[in-house]
């Protein structure tokens, strides 16, 4: 499930992408499909990391990549890299797992270039709230999810450190109800009836790609998105789309 929309970041063949947090890699992989660039990927899990090396690998033997890649272990907030290092960086379902949040912008900044775009997600506050309300076990625990963002924290957050924003985009809506399935049901019985029932629509139905499905993710995403993304640059776009 790919969060970020690449047309909207504006990677061009050439560009140095970062995947900050990259975790098992889904961004990474469609990074490196899009042009002919190179893509550094970091996570703090070596786990996450290995399985991320290991699809990237199996994805450059099918010859479906196009960019370079790179994936090292480091910590979000001392990153190893110069200042304006990246043309564009993708930080996805990241931020509501670090506690210094604010310390951890402020290292993607330094390390985007002046011309370049940064795209970042967060859960949705309403489908979120949804999933704390129903389970603890959702939240609360080492590498979870410590805080929610309303829609217009995560804004004001990426302004005060000098973003300028000009996309914002909510998707995911019937991943929303899997996650609540999930909650309901026991967020740690991956195998529960329900749950795994609809898991098995949603990942046919994606494969799919049927327009009914696009209309009702369209229409979910206006109530109940799983993520909202804003892409934001450093130097001044007054558009907002």
Same mark, same amino acid.
């Given at each position: 499930m790919v969060t970020v929309q690449f047309n909207l970041l504006g990677l061009r063949d050439g560009e140095l992408v970062l995947d900050a947090g990259c975790g098992e890699g889904r961004h990474s992989w469609e990074a490196c499909k899009q042009n002919h660039s190179t893509v550094i990927a970091f996570d703090i899990d070596w786990e996450s990391l290995e399985k991320n090396k290991y699809t990237l690998a199996l994805l450059k033997q099918k010859g479906e990549v196009n960019s370079n890649s790179h994936l090292l272990q480091a910590d979000i907030n001392r990153l190893p890299f110069k200042d304006g290092t990246f043309n564009r960086i993708i930080c996805s379902e990241v931020l509501e797992h670090i506690p210094q949040d604010q310390q951890a912008l402020g290292e993607l900044i330094r390390v985007l270039n002046n011309d370049g775009a940064m795209a970042v997600s967060v859960p949705h506050y309403f489908a979120e709230s949804i999933c704390w309300m129903l389970s603890k076990d959702y939240y609360g625990f080492p590498g979870g999810h410590i805080r929610r963002y309303k829609t217009q924290? +995560? +804004?004001?957050?990426? &302004?005060?450190? &000098?973003?300028? +924003?000009?996309?914002i985009r909510r998707n995911h809506a019937l991943h929303s109800f899997y996650w609540i399935l999930r909650c309901m049901f026991g967020i740690k019985r991956k195998n529960a009836l329900i749950p795994s029932l609809y898991y098995k629509f949603l990942t046919l139905d994606i494969d799919n790609n049927h327009r009914a499905r696009r209309w009702l993710e369209d229409f979910f995403n206006l109530i109940i998105p799983k993520s909202i993304v804003i892409y934001t640059r450093k130097r001044e776009h007054p558009s907002l789309q």
């Open positions: 924290q +995560i +804004i004001a957050l990426l &302004r005060s450190n &000098r973003l300028n +924003i000009y996309a």
